[in-house]
């Protein structure tokens, strides 16, 4: 439901407001959360590593798509973004030393190979990719990389912790944005805009990313 909830509320809500503001509310909750279960602070390490994962699943992700999502739709992005189990599995093997199976790369290859076909069988690649397609695949490589790591961050923090610090981490850069985009552009939506902004940001960034960090 995210890609969709996201173009719905990107037709009346600016995609900075979008993406940086739900990052702001999920941040809170994450605030209360730790607090709560009394997490002990990440070391210097951790703290470096909590920001590869915040510019990947709190920033980037979020973010790219909304710009994409602006002109294009949730069908499409929902395609393009199918590569991102690809993209996470470089940087596993990158970052986190992983090692899948020939047979997970040949199934990778494959559907890499089918998302360029309707790419191109659609008419969406003539010579140059559109500024929405480079938006997604921007968000998938940015979110790869935050996966990857995250997960095994997760092994020391716990999945969870991983993407509630993460979401600290990232709150002087998301609550100044999105403060921002919405005294520059401040939204009139409807029911059913602001009903999907929440949503979105609800599934997004907590919940499907807390449960990916853990499954990584």
Do not use: K, N
Request: charged share 10%; hydrophobic share 55%; proline share 6%.
């Amino acid at each position: 439901m995210s890609l969709p909830a996201t173009r719905v509320a990107v037709r009346e809500i600016d995609p900075w407001f979008v993406a940086f503001g739900r990052a702001v509310g999920a941040a809170l909750l994450a605030c209360a959360y730790l607090r709560l279960t009394r997490a002990p602070r990440p070391t210097r390490d951790q703290w470096r590593r909590l920001t590869i994962v915040a510019l990947g699943v709190v920033v980037g992700f979020p973010l790219f798509t909304s710009l994409a999502l602006t002109t294009q739709t949730a069908a499409h992005g929902a395609v393009v973004v199918t590569v991102l189990p690809a993209m996470t599995a470089v940087f596993a093997v990158l970052r986190a030393g992983e090692r899948p199976p020939p047979v997970f790369w040949l199934a990778c290859g494959a559907g890499v190979v089918a998302v360029l076909t309707f790419l191109v069988t659609t008419g969406t690649v003539r010579g140059a990719l559109t500024a929405a397609d480079l938006f997604l695949l921007a968000a998938v490589t940015l979110c790869g990389l935050g996966y990857a790591e995250g997960g095994a961050l997760a092994r020391e923090l716990g999945g969870a912790r991983t993407i509630c610090w993460s979401l600290v981490v990232a709150l002087p850069a998301t609550l100044p944005v999105a403060l921002t985009a919405v005294l520059a552009h401040p939204p009139r939506a409807g029911a059913a805009a602001a009903g999907a902004y929440y949503g979105s940001g609800c599934v997004q960034v907590v919940d499907a990313y807390g449960q990916v960090v853990t499954r990584c």
